[in-house]
């Protein structure tokens, strides 16, 4: 008999909706229940495409001892992670306050007023390698709870002691040699043979390839490109890439990037797919560019709604299994491909009898020179690489009659965001219409669907329903979308939502006593405390989101407290930014635009000019990650719009009825130039 999560919409909590436990979503009937029957909380969080939420809860949610002892002596509590991130946030705070670690499944035991007196992660059913049984852990709850109540009750309230006092920050002042530090804690854990940093398991964190991207833009050291590149050039080489069906995995179980964990989270993509555009700007080279449409294709064909929102994610496993859908045999291949292509490409993909998975099964990785391989097969480089790409097809083809993994289809509003961000940068870059095109219908499904009728937004969309007051990544991230799409399209509307998104962000999160933002609004749920995230993890914060859509806004309007709120956010955090910068590269982006020296470019002219547009190209040529781009339009009732959005350009008219530029470097502006030629030049004197 379904349970009390049969009614919700997270894919998630449906999962476990036909579990036997007695699951409640989280809400004022599940805490009513333990204060009238004086029962524990047994609260867990996990999300759809988590491998080890699904281990567990074979292991235990769904084994009927386990289930009977849960629903007699605990209220049992399921939240979904991405749809409710504060909850998440807080008790994952509290498990790493106890273990000194965390993840997910996050399994944490509460009394009935929320307070928190034990936490953990993945336990199996028995006691086994050292880890506590579930089984044994919730008698051993229940026997304190009956015998020892008080101090759990006092382990609680310190706990919470601990957390606030956490959220106290010191005063200490950023500067630029914290950038220098991060670089050097950077370098200090990179691995020189696979690329990326630290050892197995391997995360991407793009927000550390682009805060090094942005640190070789400011010094002219080559050794953090290098890094990038490398670590870049691995990735796409490696098994966390899907070679077939494009896309990144989550991340990688060893130091090489071969054997991924499968699963594929929406926000990956985008951040991934933006640090390899900023790649290619630095450097030119054509194969960045073509993983960011690897990526944008995987995107649009496998992830998007056909109303233009972006599903969450996709699962690791398949049929109980992890990665069955993407690992192949030399027999699989070869019952696909005729014999003399799949000998080579079995070489190309690494793909042997012994296999590098489980069961003999293989990750596919580009494991041979495809020079090595022509010189070998008699063939032209030209013709390997045509036939491997021919080969890629048929193996996708074939494996679309796999079993599919599941793919969590609600639409989240930050994660949307960066998508969109992600789509209209890759226009700007490349050049394709498609991307912006995808980023607009985005943003309209967000801006049309998931607010409410005060303007606010929701957190979550699926099959008609939206659910949960957005918080401040939904925000940051959709005010980063609404800007990177002003500078690709330079529709005036798309700045005028981004000043309404900063607006509603400063009101609903600014905190007035501290600084800096809250993660939920001031008429949020409250939890035993207040979140204020800044570390920069799989996902940059919203603080720093904002820092950096906050400069970039100031640069962009003039106006000044845009500048003063991201000032205010680096005062807030400066002491725990310097205490170790490497943990928050993405806030050190936007300090590095804050610091400046920036440039601003008003472009004056009508898109229909050939010349206004040679000028864009100019503009867009290269990377510049301090720069802000303008453009006032000829049209009347544009550029209206612009002027009130952008005061300092009312003043600013065609030369001689020519598109004009209009380059201000370090807070001090050029005399406007008519030429593309003098434009670029300008740009150059402001690197």
């Known amino acids: 008999m379904p349970n009390k999560l049969a009614e919700e919409k997270s894919p998630y909590l449906l999962q476990h909706a036909e579990n036997p436990v007695d699951w409640y979503p989280w809400g004022d009937e599940a805490f009513a229940k333990a204060r009238r029957e004086d029962k524990p909380i047994f609260l867990s969080i996990g999300y759809a495409t988590c491998h080890w939420c699904h281990v567990m809860a074979h292991e235990s949610f769904e084994d009927e001892e386990v289930a009977a002892y849960l629903n007699e002596h605990f209220v049992a509590v399921k939240v979904d992670r991405e749809e409710r991130p504060d909850i998440d946030g807080v008790y994952m705070s509290v498990c790493q306050v106890i273990s000194g670690h965390g993840g997910w499944p996050l399994s944490v035991f509460l009394t009935p007023e929320g307070l928190p007196f034990f936490a953990g992660t993945y336990f199996p059913k028995r006691a086994r390698m050292g880890m506590p049984g579930f089984l044994d852990l919730l008698q051993e709850i229940v026997r304190l709870w009956r015998e020892e109540r008080k101090k759990l009750t006092e382990t609680g309230h310190k706990i919470r002691e601990v957390l606030q006092q ?210 070998e097969a008699g063939k032209a480089v030209e013709d390997v690489l045509e036939l491997i790409e021919k080969a890629r097809g048929a193996l996708f083809t074939h494996r679309k009659t796999r079993p599919a993994p599941l793919k969590d289809d609600k639409i989240l509003t930050a994660w949307n965001g960066l998508v969109a961000a992600a789509l209209a940068m890759g226009y700007r870059v490349l050049g394709d219409p498609g991307y912006l095109d995808a980023a607009a219908r985005a943003v309209r499904f967000v801006w049309d669907t998931l607010r409410d009728s005060r303007g606010r937004l929701y957190r979550r969309f699926r099959q008609g329903h939206t659910a949960y007051p957005g918080y401040l990544d939904d925000y940051a991230y959709l005010g980063w979308a609404f800007l990177e799409l002003y500078e690709a399209s330079f529709e005036p509307a798309y700045l005028e939502k981004a000043v309404q998104v900063h607006e509603a962000m400063m009101d609903l999160f600014w905190n007035e006593e501290k600084g800096g933002f809250d993660f939920t609004a001031k008429d949020g749920e409250q939890l035993i405390v207040r979140e204020r995230d800044v570390y920069d993890g799989a996902l940059p ?126 807070r001090q502006c050029d005399r406007p130039v008519t030429d593309p030629q003098d434009v670029a030049s300008l740009l150059d004197m402001a690197r």
């Not at 955090?573 to 440039?599: I, M, Q, S």
């Open 166 to 375: 956490a959220s106290q920050g010191e005063e200490a002042v950023l500067e630029a040699s914290d950038l220098e530090r991060a670089f050097s804690q950077l370098r200090g854990a990179f691995d020189p043979r696979w690329g990326g940093f630290g050892e197995a398991p391997k995360f991407p964190t793009p927000h550390q390839l682009t805060f090094l991207l942005r640190y070789h833009a400011r010094t002219g050291n080559p050794a953090p490109l290098g890094m990038v590149e490398e670590t870049l050039m691995a990735m796409r080489q490696g098994g966390i890439f899907d070679q077939i069906g494009y896309g990144f995995h989550r991340y990688s179980v060893d130091a090489r990037w071969l054997v991924p964990h499968f699963e594929k989270m929406l926000y990956d993509q985008a951040l991934l797919a933006m640090a390899y555009l900023e790649t290619f700007q630095v450097t030119g080279k054509a194969l960045y560019a073509q993983v960011a449409r690897e990526i944008f294709e995987y995107v649009l064909r496998d992830m998007t709604d056909p109303h233009g929102g972006f599903y969450s994610a996709e699962d690791a496993d398949t049929e109980g299994e992890e990665g069955l859908f993407y690992t192949w045999t030399p027999e699989e291949i070869q019952a696909v491909l005729p014999q003399g292509e799949a000998a080579l490409v079995c070489r190309y993909f690494g793909v042997t009898p012994r296999g590098n998975f489980d069961k003999g099964r293989s990750v596919l990785h580009v494991a041979d020179d495809p020079k090595i391989l022509a010189q």
């Open 541 to 666: 914060s919203g603080n720093s989101t904002a820092l950096n859509t906050l400069a970039r806004l100031a640069q962009m309007t003039g106006d000044g407290r845009w500048e003063q709120a991201a000032d205010g956010i680096v005062r807030a955090f400066a002491h725990e930014v310097k205490r170790y910068p490497r943990a928050y590269t993405h806030f050190l982006n936007g300090y590095d635009r804050l610091l400046g020296p920036g440039c601003e470019v008003v472009l004056v002219g009508s898109p229909q000019d050939s010349l206004f547009q040679a000028m864009v190209q100019v503009v867009r040529r290269g990377f510049r990650p301090r720069t802000a781009v303008v453009m006032k339009p000829v049209d009347a009732s544009a550029r209206v719009l612009v002027e009130r959005l952008v005061p300092f350009t009312a003043s600013m008219e065609p030369v001689g009825g020519r598109p004009t530029a209009y380059v201000c470097r370090g």
